[in-house]
């Protein structure tokens, strides 16, 4: 007896089964897997499972359909497949992702380029020169979190950008990257207009141990923020 184990196999709300033959199974959204599963194999009352592996198969021309599409959920459970990609053209329609109208696909595509183990390193500085301030925000953060320290001269060069967001993802990616000789720029930004490029510059001063002048921490003192005040008790200690 030979049966196949679906459940539990395939991403969520993906198993509106369509047509099933030797080669793939089709679902309703034009994704393809090429359908190896679990095979159970009953003999003289003893299992023996076989783990095989799921692969996709999606063309570029399907990723891209739903990509650029309205439909949000759809997009979510697109991107929630394209984790492992190191195709350059899917990665770039991911990095364009970070500038969904919805903030639940701005996250996914977010995940997905954080989780991806390719090296994806230059696909995603490049992006640092887009002229969407969100892919600029966002892009900082993902070389951040991937721990992608050959990023950090080309995020400095974000510092002084028009955009407030901008400013403050590459201050706060510097701090998190620990990056050298970046004094400078985190005490000019305790003086930036903008709320969160202070919060950032407080945060990454902590987290890189740069020296504040008492000066300058009662300059930032003015400010009543929580989050301010907070980080200011932070950086005291």
């Known amino acids: ?6 459940n539990g196999f395939l991403p969520m709300n993906m198993v509106s089964l369509v047509s099933v033959d030797m080669d793939s199974i089709v679902f309703n959204d ?10 159970y194999y009953k003999k003289l009352k003893k299992f023996k499972i076989i783990m095989l592996k799921i692969e996709f198969k999606n063309s570029l021309e399907d990723i891209s359909k739903i990509l650029e599409s309205e439909n949000a959920q759809e997009k979510i459970r697109i991107l929630e497949t394209l984790h492992e990609t190191n ?19 701005r996250g996914e595509a977010f995940n997905s380029l954080l989780l991806n183990q390719n090296d994806i390193s230059k696909i995603l500085i490049d992006n640092l020169n887009s002229s969407n301030k969100n892919i600029k925000s966002f892009t900082a953060l993902v070389l ?35 990056a050298d000789e970046i004094t400078d720029i985190i005490l000019d930004a305790f003086s ?9 510059a407080l945060q990454a001063a902590i987290q890189t141990n740069i ?6 921490i009662k300059e930032i003192s003015k400010n009543n923020d929580p ?11």
């Open 30 to 39: 034009n994704l393809k897997l090429k359908w190896i599963f679990y095979k």
């Open 1 to 6: 007896d030979v049966t196949y184990a679906i």
């Open 192 to 200: 930036d207009s903008n709320l969160d490029v202070q919060k950032s």
């Open 87 to 105: 195709n350059l053209k899917i990665l770039q329609q991911i990095i364009a992702r970070l500038n969904d109208n919805s903030i639940q696909v």
């Open 227 to 237: 989050q301010i005040q907070n980080l200011l008790l932070k950086l005291k200690k």
């Open 211 to 216: 020296f504040v002048s008492e000066e300058k």
């Open 144 to 178: 951040a979190n991937r721990n992608e320290k050959k990023a950090i001269p080309d995020i400095i060069k974000l510092v002084d950008n028009e955009h407030g967001m901008v400013r403050s993802c590459a201050i706060g990616s510097l701090g998190y990257l620990k």
